[in-house]
């Protein structure tokens, strides 16, 4: 591009040398050399000459700037390669958070897992209790059956339909019930299990998988509500059984109203046995 405007601004000098040249020539030889007309002529084939000129030179000079230009983003870096290793290492930053994230998950779901068996468990031991003790019996609220003791407190005291966030009043109602475990129940273990009723969840199954993830995040609400409280968070265990354990049948609007509930449950200690060292035999 460069040569080809040096290539024009040449053609353009050696017109204008050529006119100027013509134009002396008339001047030399006076009226008497084709007469003044042709002077005119070539005065006027002299101006059109140097604009000709001119633009060659402003054509050059522009060209030149482009080449230069070129020249110079040329020799930095490359945009699209730049922008391609930002976006890898962007690419790289978001496998890491998810993988770190993969394995917060795992985790969690292990551990709800290990709690559910343990409410499993517990469920089960309650259930033996009460066929071989044959009394329970009932008391403020609270019921009672050799180790155990529970209570129940119905979701229209804590929750809104669907939702695992406290009401402003379910906060009472969970500081009597710390205040009765510090008071009665101070070297018990402590179970905080959420229940539901067998309807699907509407309004907020975005919020939660099914009912017993919303059994167990209602759990986990009370049970936080009584560490508050004072209660030791080593005897706690909080945790939801869903639509898996129900109070009453689901058949009617009052037995799923019973059915949604969180049962909170101490239990006693097993005594632990000293363990003896065994005796040694005779030596042979």
Not at 79 to 95: F, G, S, V
Request: with cysteine; hydrophobic share 40%; aromatic share 6%.
């Amino acid at each position: 591009m460069v040569v080809a405007a040096a290539k024009f601004v040449n053609r353009g000098v050696t017109s204008c040398i050529a006119a100027a040249g013509i134009l002396f020539c008339a001047a030399a030889a006076g009226p008497g050399w084709a007469g003044r007309s042709w002077a005119r002529r070539l005065r006027g084939e002299a101006h059109r000459k140097g604009m000709i000129m001119k633009r060659a030179w402003r054509t050059a000079a522009g060209v030149l700037g482009v080449g230069l230009w070129l020249a110079g983003v040329g020799c930095g870096p490359d945009a699209k390669d730049q922008q391609i290793q930002a976006l890898q290492e962007r690419k790289n930053q978001l496998e890491s958070e998810l993988a770190s994230s993969e394995a917060q998950r795992n985790r969690a779901m292990n551990e709800k897992d290990q709690a559910l068996r343990r409410l499993l468990d517990l469920q089960a031991q309650l259930d033996d209790a009460k066929r071989q003790q044959g009394g329970v019996t009932e008391r403020e609220g609270w019921t009672y059956a050799g180790p155990f003791a529970w209570t129940d407190i119905p979701e229209v005291l804590l929750f809104d339909s669907g939702k695992a966030t406290l009401k402003p009043g379910a906060k009472e109602t969970i500081a009597q019930v710390a205040r009765k475990i510090k008071t009665e129940f101070p070297d018990r273990n402590v179970f905080v299990i959420g229940h539901t009723d067998t309807d699907p969840i509407k309004y907020t199954a975005n919020q939660w998988k099914d009912n017993l993830d919303l059994s167990q995040g209602r759990g986990r609400a009370v049970a936080l509500e009584l560490l508050s409280h004072g209660i030791d968070p080593a005897k706690v265990v909080a945790g939801g059984q869903g639509e898996y354990s129900p109070k009453a049948p689901n058949d009617t609007r009052a037995n799923k109203a019973l059915n949604r509930r969180v049962q909170i449950m101490a239990v006693a200690r097993p005594v632990e046995q000293p363990t003896q060292a065994p005796t040694p035999g005779p030596r042979g």
